[in-house]
Each structure stands twice: as structure tokens, then as C-alpha cells.
Nanobody
Framework: QVQLVESGGGLVQAGGSLKLSCAVS????????MGWFRQAPGKGRDFVASIAWSGGGTDYAGSVKGRFTISRDNAKNTLFLEMNSLKPEDTAVYYC????????????????????WGQGTQVTVSS
């Protein structure tokens, strides 16, 4: 059974930092490109960051580039998103996701490319 479980969300003041984790089980994590998406109230699910299955390539939404860092520990089946210099507009539910198929090259930025999703973790940034 595939499971993706996010943790690390919470309430933080603007300018603060949080580190999200996504614990994965039920498939060979190291073979799958992974990503983070977020959804603010009343809005669609937006791409935040993605990482190649090897960890050798990353991609970021323009709004978070330079502030967020995606990484993965294939030995521990865990995906991370380190978020610095947080802004109120970063407030959203953050979801981790695994690609539909293993071994896809590069990074994936479309929700369509992902087949497995976590339940989400709330991040709230106060001004």
C-alpha cells in the first residue's frame, strides 16, 4: 500500500522558516521523481518544487526560488522541503507527490505527472 505522510507544517511569522518532511512507503522511493505542491484556500493546486529520482536535478516555482530547497534521502525514503524567508502568501496546504511511474527522467512540474499524493500539511505564515 502506497503511503505518503507529510509533517512539519505549522504557524510561523513572516521571515521565519519551516522544514517539511514526507515519509514514503509502499514503493521504491529511490526510483521515483518527487514533488511538492500547495493549495491556498479557494485556489488550485500549484507546483512548488520537484526533484529527480536520483536527486541530481531540481526545479522550483518562480515565487519560491531562492527561498525553498527540495531534497531527498533515498536511504530513509523521505522527501524534504526547507522553507526560508516565509511570506504570508506562502500560506497553504502543502502536499508531497510521487510520479505516476518510476524512472522518469528529470523533474516534473505538472500535477498530471503525479500519481500518488499525501494528505497535506498546513503552513500558515502570519504577517
Amino acid at each position: 500500500q502506497v503511503q505518503l505522510v507529510e509533517s512539519g507544517g505549522g504557524l510561523v511569522q513572516a521571515g521565519g522558516s519551516l522544514k517539511l518532511s514526507c515519509a514514503v512507503s509502499g514503493f521504491t522511493f529511490s526510483h521515483y521523481p518527487m514533488g511538492w505542491f500547495r493549495q491556498a484556500p479557494g485556489k488550485g493546486r500549484d507546483f512548488v518544487a520537484s526533484i529527480a529520482w536520483s536527486g541530481g536535478g531540481t526545479d522550483y516555482a518562480g515565487s519560491v526560488k531562492g527561498r525553498f530547497t527540495i531534497s531527498r534521502d533515498n536511504a530513509k525514503n523521505t522527501l524534504f522541503l526547507e522553507m526560508n524567508s516565509l511570506k504570508p502568501e506562502d500560506t497553504a496546504v502543502y502536499y508531497c507527490a510521487a510520479s505516476k511511474r518510476p524512472g522518469l527522467p528529470g523533474t516534473l512540474t505538472l500535477t498530471y505527472d503525479y500519481g500518488y499524493w499525501g494528505q497535506g500539511t498546513q503552513v500558515t505564515v502570519s504577517s
